[in-house]
């Protein structure tokens, strides 16, 4: 990774010494730079991102409009973080404060040496300036700590809901529509039983739809529409015009 470089070259820049595998059992430090990278919701495209190592800090900005999630005044991103030791590490916690408010906790991560480890982590950053501290390697005697300043552009509230379609029900244009529906299906059900009509069973399934309406008295909006739809359907195909010209008294119908 292009990145990786320069965060080997990070140890020498900010004055951390070299860590051997000796100095964990002495519980000296094992040194860790990183990135931190926030990204889109699709999860791989970069937002912003900054340099993670000791004696270093970078400010980066994000808009609340680019949130996974808000509420309450505090956004919520995807962040990648990039580690990379010094020396190879088993078990190890990073753990990400925002304002000194614990905000991600990640553990069990084995860290090769000097080779880039990632964790994906969704912490919830407070509306404007964030103080982000980044602690590597938590659990040990001796942690790494960076830091990278997050100004978060926006409110960070939620979104109001759109509230649903009121239902549809009785004495509404739509119920009158439904309720012709009902007692023409009704009556086709009957009349055309033993006249082999091709869509027979559909119209039987139509009309049960109906029926169960009518009893409770009120339907969605949505699964009225859908119903009317597959009622239309059959009262304008010309064989069930045709069907029920045939036992409609007078050759008279309604569709």
């Known amino acids: 990774m292009k990145f ?9 820049t900010v004055g951390v010494s070299a860590a051997h595998s000796s100095d964990l059992v002495a519980n000296k430090p094992a040194s860790i730079a990183g990135m931190f990278r926030a990204l889109k919701s699709d999860g791989s495209t970069v937002l ?6 000791p004696g270093f800090i970078q400010q980066i900005g994000l808009k609340g409009s680019d ?17 990379v030791s010094q020396v190879a590490i088993s078990g190890s916690t ?14 069990k991560l084995d860290l090769p ?56 029900k009785a004495g509404s244009a739509d119920w009158n529509s439904l309720f012709t529906a009902y007692g023409y299906s009704n ?10 009509y091709a869509r027979y069973s559909e119209l039987v399934a139509v009309n049960a739809a109906l029926v169960a309406a009518v009893k409770a008295g009120t339907i969605e909006r949505s699964a009225c529409a859908s119903l009317m739809a597959r009622w239309n359907a ?22």
């Open 67 to 83: 949130a996974i999630a808000a509420a309450n005044g505090r956004c919520a991103f995807n962040v990648k973080i990039d580690e």
């Open 48 to 53: 912003a991102q900054g340099l993670l190592a």
């Open 113 to 168: 040496a000097k080779a880039s480890k990632s964790l994906l982590t969704q912490p919830y950053l407070f509306a404007g300036q964030n103080n982000v501290k980044v602690v590597f390697n938590a659990d040990s005697i001796a942690p790494t700590i960076s830091w990278v300043r997050v100004f978060v552009d926006g409110a960070c509230t939620a979104k109001p809901l759109t509230p649903a379609p009121a239902p549809v």
């Open 234 to 255: 059959i009262a304008n195909d010309t064989e069930f015009k045709a069907a029920m010209g045939k036992v409609v008294p007078g050759g008279d119908h309604h569709a």
């Open 94 to 107: 990073t753990r990400l404060y925002s304002n000194d408010t614990l905000v991600a906790n990640v553990s």
């Open 4 to 12: 990786l470089p320069l965060l080997l070259a990070s140890f020498a």
């Open 187 to 196: 009556y086709a059900v009957n009349g055309l039983k033993t006249k082999n």
